[in-house]
Nanobody, 115 residues
């Protein structure tokens, strides 16, 4: 079993930046992939970005050029650097991790972007 704890959310003005962190603990099996998702009020959860164990990254078109996903394997931690945030970006951000035993979700961290 893997536990994920996200942090770094908060209130930011449009155009500002935030850095989210996701710390994985519990299982001795290494994390293969980390992904970030977000869920805006009244909308379905959507995928934002992902990073493989080898460091390959992918992004949703809506965040390309503004968000950067990274990871520190030694710390079992993933990060999401978010720049040029937009008011429509207000959402709860969730971290998802996958290893050979399964997929796991964190509890989410709220990001609110004011206009």
């Amino acid at each position: 079993q893997v536990q994920l704890v996200e942090s770094g959310g908060g209130l930011v003005q449009a155009g500002g930046s935030l850095r989210l962190s996701c710390v994985a603990s519990g299982s001795t099996f290494s994390i293969n992939d980390f992904d970030w998702y977000r869920q805006a009020p009244g909308k379905q959860r959507e995928w934002v970005a992902g990073i493989s164990s080898g460091g390959r990254t992918n992004y949703a078109d809506s965040v390309k050029g503004r968000f950067t996903i990274s990871r520190d394997n030694a710390k079992n931690t993933a990060y999401l650097q978010m720049n040029s945030l937009k008011p429509e970006g207000t959402a709860v951000f969730y971290c998802k991790a996958r290893n050979v035993l399964g997929s796991y979700w964190g509890q989410g961290t709220q990001v609110t972007v004011s206009s």
